[in-house]
């Protein structure tokens, strides 16, 4: 079951894709894909209505974003019910993931949007600080291409396009074909609360679609999504000398400490490797535990797994994959562990003669050689390896590609830090996972092949902006002792300076 297809050119000679629901194969909709040049468009109409939503106050601005959480509130059934046909996720998790975290970054941004978007004076050092003041203006770049994923549609494209409005830009959004619908709906939120039309649009259609945007007149791109396309956006971004933000892929290891709380650990092992159907880029995807405590901790995760429910309908734990071209890399990885020699003790098939449903799977003797250790699952599988230390859990967990997050389960929390501080990892979580990308005054990017850049924490709305420093002249002179023409003065002067200024230590340190 494809859940994304061909469909007949609409009227106007246009590609049309038809959307799968991924629970039953049932139609969901299409899509009209956007041309090339119907993206130059897009560009150059948010290029001309970019100035007069940079001219608003930034509070004026983050009223309009504020506004937004009441009308998404209100519109919130709507929303889910639009996440649920496209991606099938339960309930409970469209709620808490997509909804619930987006009126939290949408309250959040706007409340620090006037401080963090203000000028800031800045103190001057040494012999400068006599004649000059600096200010530091946050200038909005301009139009801002945003390019947004399958498995959290809604709140990956929300959290970007709010900080990039904030900040004074225009956007153009690119959500993903396989759930252009779920995020569409943070476009409509958006209008709605009051954003101009021209100031947020939203354009559909594949990898071409996004290809255009990425090549088009935009000032940024803040992309989400794989590493193989996230190498091609920093190319070309790179080929056009403009900025990107990438939050690409992630393998990250949990590490069970000897002293760790194992019903905690084994609760947590299930649910953070298989909450959205592990189709989160956060997602534990191998699990390092101490051979002192292994047997304990895989007979726990065994009988958790084993007791949850997947399929259609309400009520399920879980529900599908979401895109067909998932289900076969997660079956390609489990078959390869088997061969190699691991075990699955819980799960391990998949149903797709309806729906795409993979049953949740534990799987055990894992070793670096599998691709279920080296490549990026995203699947709902928890594979767990005994390590003889914490020392071995620290190196296996480094032995990766990937460096996107990482979470230690310990009691003993000043361990929890050293630990983290080992990982080569842009974050780490003690006794959690994931929950990371939901704490905005954290700093959010991965290393290595996980990404670039950063966004979240104390200076993400700045980086939708261009810091100009401003230099202004305290007396305003006449002219500058090292003007032309030179003159022994000047010589003399530039001599005193050295010798008084920075011919003593004590001289140095008032400079400094």
């Known amino acids: 079951m494809a859940i994304v297809q061909s469909l007949p050119p609409a009227s106007d000679g246009r590609r049309r894709l038809g959307l799968s629901s991924p629970v039953d194969g049932g139609a969901v909709g299409d899509i009209v894909v956007s041309t090339p040049e119907q993206v130059g468009q897009a560009v150059a109409r948010a290029r001309l209505a970019q100035p007069a939503w940079a001219a608003r106050p930034v509070r004026e601005r983050a009223a309009i974003i504020r506004a937004a959480v009441e009308v998404l509130i209100a519109r919130q059934d709507e929303v889910v019910d639009t996440l649920r046909a496209e991606s099938g996720k339960p309930r409970i998790e469209a709620m808490t993931i997509e909804i619930l975290a987006s009126c ?5 941004w706007s409340r620090r949007a006037k401080r963090d978007l203000a000028d800031r004076r800045e103190r001057l050092h040494g012999y400068i600080r006599p004649f000059k003041k600096l200010t530091v203006h946050y200038r909005p770049l301009g139009v801002v291409g945003v390019i947004t994923p399958w498995n959290a549609p809604f709140v990956l494209s929300m959290n970007p396009v709010a900080q990039a409005l904030l900040a004074g830009n225009a956007v153009v959004l690119k959500p993903s074909e396989v759930t252009p619908h779920s995020g569409g709906w943070v476009v409509r939120i958006l209008h709605e609360a009051g954003v101009p039309a021209d100031v947020l649009q939203v354009i559909h259609g594949d990898g071409e679609t996004g290809a255009a945007l990425v090549d088009a007149e935009v000032d940024k791109i803040a992309f989400t999504g794989s590493v193989a396309t996230g190498q091609k956006v920093a190319q070309a971004c790179a080929g056009r000398l403009i900025e990107c933000t990438l939050e690409l892929g992630g393998k990250d290891a949990m590490i069970v400490c000897d002293d760790a709380d194992i019903e905690r650990a084994a609760e947590g092992a299930v649910y953070l490797s298989m909450f959205n159907a592990g189709q989160v880029c956060l997602s534990v995807e191998r699990i390092y535990v101490v051979d002192s405590v292994a047997d304990e901790f895989i007979r726990l995760v065994e009988q958790k797994a084993r007791s949850l429910t997947y399929g259609a309908g309400d009520g399920k734990d879980m529900g599908p994959m979401c895109w067909d071209r998932q289900v076969a890399i997660v079956a390609r990885h489990l078959e390869d562990a088997k061969r190699r020699g691991a075990v699955l003790l819980v799960g391990g098939e998949a ?5 795409l449903f993979v049953a949740p799977t534990v799987a055990v003797g894992v070793t670096h050689d599998m691709e279920l250790m080296r490549e990026e699952t995203f699947g709902p599988v928890a594979a767990i390896m005994r390590v003889a230390d914490e020392e071995e859990a620290i190196r296996l967990a480094n032995d990766c590609q990937y460096g996107l997050s990482g979470s230690v389960f310990t009691k003993d929390t000043a361990k929890a830090m050293r630990i983290a501080k080992r990982l080569d990892t842009g974050s780490v979580v003690h006794n959690d996972a994931a929950v990371i990308y939901g704490v905005p005054e954290a700093p959010f990017g991965g290393r290595k092949r996980s990404g670039l850049g950063q966004t979240n924490g104390r200076h993400s709305l700045r980086g939708f902006t261009h810091a100009q420093p401003i ?6 002179l ?8 030179y003159t022994e003065d000047s ?6 300076t050295l010798k008084y200024g920075f011919g003593s230590a004590i001289a140095r340190r008032l400079m400094s």
């Open 104 to 108: 939290d970054f949408l309250n959040y």
């Open 351 to 355: 149903d797709t003669a309806d729906g």
């Open 471 to 476: 230099l202004l002249d305290r007396w305003q």
């Open 478 to 485: 006449k002219r500058e002792r090292i003007w032309y023409p």
């Open 491 to 496: 010589v003399a002067a530039i001599a005193g």
